[in-house]
């Protein structure tokens, strides 16, 4: 699977013009995505080997617990399922992903 989203990665039609947000925006606060819809430059951040250390484990037990997730739901008595799309792949933020239009106002300001 993940071979084949990264040899194949699922095309999102967004449109011009559009502000777009991710999953990873639900926890940032107003401002930030004030500043995000108006397109501000994000500040240099300077990621030091550790923290970029931090981020390879963090994503490899991430990968190793949906691992996990797909093999217990085949256990006797499992009292779970995964959820699945069409093609029956893990329903999953990579083979989830689209676009919505949606309208809010931050501040004030029509989006």
């Known amino acids: 699977m993940e071979l084949r989203n990264l040899t194949n990665p699922k095309r999102i039609n967004f449109e011009r013009g559009l502000v777009t947000f991710s ?4 926890s940032k606060c107003e401002r930030e995505l ?25 994503s490899a037990i ?6 996990d997730l797909i093999y217990a739901e085949r256990m006797d008595g499992a009292k779970f399922t995964v959820d699945r799309m069409p093609d029956k792949t893990p329903a999953w933020e990579q083979n989830l992903k689209g676009v919505s239009k949606l309208s809010i106002t931050v501040f004030n300001y029509k989006f």
């Open 23 to 26: 999953p990873s925006s639900a």
């Open 34 to 58: 004030f500043y995000k819809a108006l397109k501000v430059d994000k500040d240099e951040q300077e990621m030091f080997p550790y923290q970029k250390r931090w981020v390879r484990n963090g």
């Open 62 to 67: 991430h990968g190793a617990v949906q691992k």
